[in-house]
């Protein structure tokens, strides 16, 4: 995944973050709405524009740049000013765009010094912003993209746990945890499945899509198998009672017995992979919806 597509992740999961890197109060992303905009006749893609509701509020055009590019500023200006053509909006506008540091800060300035120098654009850098003393959250996320590797994880794991004590919003932590676990595998892309067990607890895994990709994985091979054998088991035993009706009742009880068996045999696949993760017995159980005897059994058998 591509640095900007974390950073419209972040923007659109927590807007109030984008305010907060440009020193605006977090309460204007209420009024902002935040997209990817296109300009389709000339094939350029703005990384992110915060539309505003109200027409004496500016637009916001947001770029992120994570490589040297001399013509940078160039192609920024180009896109904005060929949106701005194109719009019907007669709002005001404003530049910010987001580096990792200043030496990635390479672009050619000399045609757009004014403009640099105005407070029509806002450069960011995200080396930068550890001077901010009380960071948020979302500023917190930020800052994790260019946490140095040795200190990642356990950066994710004091923002993870941050989100616990904050957040109340169930849907709004699981998107956090997801984000979070998205950056890791960017900055760290070697990183073990045991690894990212023992970084989150057991209800925080659960909301990670490797747990959750692990899971349906397991169900849909098991529903994939019970179909199938349940079929099977029907036919035989339709065949067998030699009645039209023996045969209907056997496909269908066969089909059932086989799809239970199936949807159970393919959570019982996953647990080893849960148990390397960290997890206990009971907690598998009790995630999973079986009797602990069952799963302590099938961690035995498979071991």
Same mark, same amino acid.
């Given at each position: 995944m591509k640095t900007d597509s974390i950073f419209y992740r972040i923007f659109q999961s927590i807007p109030t973050t984008f305010f907060e890197l440009i020193n605006q109060p977090p309460q204007l992303a209420s009024v902002y709405q935040f997209s990817s905009v296109e300009v389709k006749?000339?094939?350029?893609?703005?990384?992110?524009?915060f539309l505003p509701n109200a027409a004496e509020l500016p637009i916001y055009f947001a770029e992120v740049q994570f490589q040297p590019d001399k013509k940078f500023y160039s192609r920024l200006f180009t896109e904005i000013f060929n949106y701005l053509d194109k719009t019907e909006l007669t709002n005001n506008w404003r530049g910010v765009v987001i580096y990792p540091n200043r030496s990635v800060d390479?672009?050619?300035? +000399?045609?757009?010094?004014?403009?640099? %120098?105005?407070?029509?654009?806002?450069?960011?850098?995200?080396? +930068?912003?550890?001077?901010?003393?009380?960071?948020?959250?979302?500023?917190?996320?930020?800052?994790?993209?260019?946490?140095?590797?040795?200190?990642?994880?356990?950066?994710?794991?004091?923002?993870? %746990?941050?989100?616990? +004590?904050?957040?109340?919003d169930v849907a709004t932590i699981r998107e956090i945890i997801q984000l979070i676990e998205t950056i890791l595998i960017y900055k760290l892309p070697r990183l073990s499945q045991e690894e990212i067990g023992k970084m989150f607890g057991a209800n925080e895994l659960k909301q990670t899509r490797f747990y959750q990709d692990v899971f349906a994985e397991g169900e849909q091979k098991g529903k994939r198998e019970g179909r199938q054998e349940g079929i099977q088991e029907g036919r035989q035993e339709g065949i067998q009672e030699g009645r039209q009706e023996g045969i209907q009742e056997g496909r269908q009880e066969g089909i059932q017995e086989g799809r239970q068996e199936g949807i159970q045999e393919g959570k019982l696949e996953t647990i080893p992979q849960l148990l390397g993760l960290g997890l206990s017995i009971e907690q598998i159980a009790q995630a999973l919806g079986l009797d602990e005897q069952l799963v302590r059994q099938a961690a035995q058998s498979k071991s």
């Open positions: 006749q000339l094939a350029f893609r703005i990384d992110g524009v390479t672009g050619d300035t +000399e045609r757009y010094t004014e403009l640099l %120098n105005s407070q029509r654009v806002t450069r960011v850098y995200l080396d +930068e912003l550890s001077s901010i003393e009380t960071s948020s959250i979302g500023i917190e996320t930020v800052k994790l993209i260019i946490e140095p590797e040795s200190t990642a994880t356990t950066k994710a794991i004091e923002i993870v %746990n941050s989100a616990r +004590e904050q957040i109340l």
